[in-house]
């Protein structure tokens, strides 16, 4: 699965843009109806797999989370690949889902140069490590929102707050993993791809706690 993954992302590569469904609560704020598998490539994180079934790729990190939803994703997701980290676990997956590796501090070099390592404590920002590897002109983040709504935590489950989690805490460490993972882009990305550009990043929540990125625009400037 991985030399086809590899593969897929070499025939798709310089695309003009890749958008990211992730889970935050601003998705249910939005009118997601204009994007459409058959001209937008749309990669999806966790359970985003269920408002896009058909999207190319759908991500997720964590190995507890493919033993919860791995009968969903056999029914619902029609899509090309579902990829995952298998953080948590050592237990191998079955040929179905591409096996990515995770970037530490030993490997760094290995960002943007294998097609099977992602960057990142959490499921958006692996699934952001995975877009700039078809070298897009654009990456689109949807529901990266890093804050609750309306005390709601998530977009796409009706009862989605873990009541033993500290979501502050937790959106705290994955905003500081973004941060890093920009800081180790600025030369990795000139090391690897020395006469590209890298893609420009759009947040398309204005309220969103992820603050790195552009948030000028809206969905339907890239539709």
Request: charged fraction near 15%; hydrophobic fraction near 35%; charge should be neutral.
């Amino acid at each position: 699965m991985n030399q086809n993954f590899h593969q897929y992302i070499q025939h798709h590569k310089f695309i003009n843009t890749i958008f990211i469904i992730g889970g935050g609560p601003s998705i249910k704020t939005l009118d997601l109806s204009g994007l459409d598998t058959s001209k937008h490539l749309i990669i999806c994180c966790n359970q985003a797999f269920e408002l896009f079934p058909n999207a190319q790729i759908t991500h997720h990190s964590d190995y507890s989370w493919w033993e919860k939803y791995q009968s969903s994703l056999e029914i619902q997701f029609k899509g090309h690949f579902i990829t995952g980290c298998g953080l948590g676990n050592t237990r191998a997956y079955p040929e179905m889902v591409t096996h990515m590796q995770f970037i530490h501090h030993a490997n760094q070099d290995q960002l943007f140069r294998s097609s099977n390592h992602v960057y990142g404590n959490n499921c958006g920002l692996q699934a952001l490590s995975i877009a700039h590897l078809f070298q897009p002109k654009n990456i689109v983040l949807i529901g990266f929102d890093f804050k609750s709504l309306h005390g709601k935590t998530h977009g796409y489950a009706q009862s989605n707050t873990h009541p033993n989690l500290d979501y502050a805490h937790l959106w705290a460490l994955f905003l500081k993993s973004f941060k890093a993972f920009e800081q180790l882009k600025t030369t990795q990305w000139q090391t690897v791809y020395p006469t590209r550009h890298p893609p420009q990043i759009w947040n398309l929540n204005p309220d969103s706690a992820l603050a790195l990125y552009n948030k000028t625009k809206a969905l339907e400037d890239f539709l």
